[in-house]
């Protein structure tokens, strides 16, 4: 037997995106990530029939509570997409993210599938990686899902055409899906922030469900710290405080203030806890 044939077997270079495949394929056969995308996929559906009940044969709504754009729904099927996620991102989506990003590690450890895969030269590093990536994807996948659940319904409901921006100006139906496009965009970055989080908690358990708990139990308080007058001092560092500057992009010309502040925060969000995940999960000691 030739030395090279005894020789370790090095690791392909193309070994971690095999990686990355087998466990994005995993993650979306799964029912629980099937049944959260159906879920979100819902929500515009029972806005765009609620507005549409709403209004009748009365016209467009009024000014009222709600998103900014919520009285444009009527004139424009369009804006449908930016009320939908309006209405999952403070709650709908960040919750699917925690499930998912809580579930990621702890999950394994519950199922006892953990050690095993460290046993294949994956790395720590390299897993704890591709866990986040496979959770930023479907932050991407689950807001797309909105989007397009939202577009489908306001073509079936209302009608379409040129975009009224929130400025005033008018704009091509095509420029209007671009803007739309880039709202999907930035609001999958405002859960970088969540998916961070959500992985570093899944570190610290082995429990699943816990993680998943935790979690969107944090995700909760946050939010009505967020709601709190007299913490106004601190809320500016909560992340979801920026989460509805995506309104701005529904101006000409757009701010772009409140989106870098919200962009800069899910950042550093990701840079803290993230580097936390990575040194919790190097020095653990793994038994299951």
């Known amino acids: 037997m030739s030395r090279a044939d005894t020789a370790p077997r090095r690791p392909r270079p193309l070994w971690s995106l095999g990686l990355l495949r087998n466990e994005i394929g995993t993650t979306f056969r799964r029912w629980r990530t099937l049944a959260l995308l159906a879920v979100l996929a819902g929500v515009p559906v029972l806005v765009g029939?609620?507005?549409?009940?709403?209004?009748?044969?009365?016209?467009?709504?009024?000014?009222?509570?709600?998103?900014?754009?919520?009285?444009q729904v009527t004139n424009n099927g369009l804006f449908l997409v930016f009320t939908s996620l309006a209405v999952t991102l403070p709650f709908f989506l960040p919750?699917?993210?925690?499930?998912?990003?809580?579930?990621?590690?702890?999950?394994e450890a519950h199922a006892g599938t953990l050690r095993y895969l460290l046993v294949a030269p994956a790395g720590r590093t390299r897993l704890l990686l591709v866990k986040y990536a496979t959770t930023m994807l479907f932050c991407l996948v689950g807001t797309l899902v909105v989007a397009l659940s939202a577009l489908t319904v306001g073509a079936l409901l209302f009608p379409l055409g040129e975009v009224t921006l929130l400025s005033g100006t008018t704009v091509s139906f095509g420029e209007g899906l671009l803007r739309a496009?880039?709202?999907?965009?930035?609001?999958?970055?405002?859960?970088?922030?969540?998916?961070?989080?959500?992985?570093?908690?899944?570190?610290?358990?082995?429990?699943?469900?816990?993680?998943?708990?935790?979690?969107?139990?944090?995700?909760?308080?946050?939010?009505?710290?967020?709601?709190?007058?007299?913490?106004?001092?601190?809320?500016?560092?909560?992340?979801?405080?920026?989460w509805l500057s995506f309104a701005d992009l529904l101006r000409d010309p757009v701010y772009w203030d409140q989106l870098q502040k919200n962009l800069g925060l899910q950042?550093?969000?990701?840079?803290?806890?993230?580097?936390?995940?990575?040194?919790?999960?190097?020095?653990r000691d793994i038994t299951a």
Do not use: N
């Not at 044969?57 to 709600?66: F, Q, S």
């Not at 919750?95 to 999950?107: E, K, Q, R």
């Open 49 to 71: 029939v609620a507005v549409k009940i709403e209004t009748g044969d009365a016209g467009p709504a009024g000014g009222g509570g709600g998103p900014a754009f919520i009285s």
């Open 95 to 107: 919750m699917s993210i925690g499930v998912l990003a809580g579930d990621a590690i702890a999950g």
């Open 181 to 242: 496009l880039a709202i999907a965009g930035v609001v999958a970055l405002s859960l970088t922030g969540v998916a961070a989080l959500g992985l570093f908690v899944s570190t610290l358990t082995t429990s699943g469900i816990a993680a998943m708990a935790t979690t969107v139990g944090l995700l909760i308080t946050v939010q009505i710290l967020d709601t709190i007058p007299q913490l106004h001092t601190l809320q500016p560092y909560l992340f979801p405080h920026y």
């Open 267 to 283: 950042a550093l969000y990701t840079v803290v806890f993230g580097s936390a995940a990575w040194a919790r999960f190097t020095t």
